[in-house]
């Protein structure tokens, strides 16, 4: 059993900052990656950034020089530092664990955090 638990979200207005954590726990054979997803209403979820076990980054083209994704040394923890937000930024955010078991994988979600950011 894999459990994951995002904290962090919250409301602040449109150029502040928010940091969002996220802590994979339980049976983790191998941590392959770690992100986090946004989920606009009415829209699909969608990457925001996520970081994999070599420490390389990825993020979306919309958050590129305004977010951060890092991750703790004993990689089961990883934040999301967000700088400069916009409205379009409000959503909520989920964090989700790819974990290796051998030859199969497993993905798990944590239960989302809400991030609003105000004009």
């Known amino acids: 059993q894999v459990q994951v638990v995002e904290s962090g979200g919250g409301l602040v207005e449109t150029g502040g900052s928010l940091r969002l954590s996220c802590a994979a726990s339980?049976?983790?054979?191998?941590?392959?990656?770690m992100g986090w997803y946004r989920q606009a209403p009415g829209k699909e979820r969608d990457l925001v950034a996520k970081?994999?076990?070599?420490?390389?980054?990825t993020y979306a083209d919309s958050v590129k020089g305004r977010f951060t994704i890092s991750r703790n040394k004993a990689w089961n923890t990883v934040y999301l530092q967000m700088n400069n937000l916009e409205s379009e930024d409000t959503g909520v955010y989920y964090c989700?664990?790819?974990?290796?078991?051998?030859?199969?994988?497993?993905?798990?979600w944590g239960q989302g955090t809400q991030v609003t950011v105000s004009s």
């Open positions: 339980g049976r983790i054979p191998r941590l392959n990656a």
């Open positions: 970081i994999n076990l070599t420490g390389s980054p």
């Open positions: 989700k664990a790819d974990v290796g078991f051998g030859v199969r994988t497993g993905e798990y």
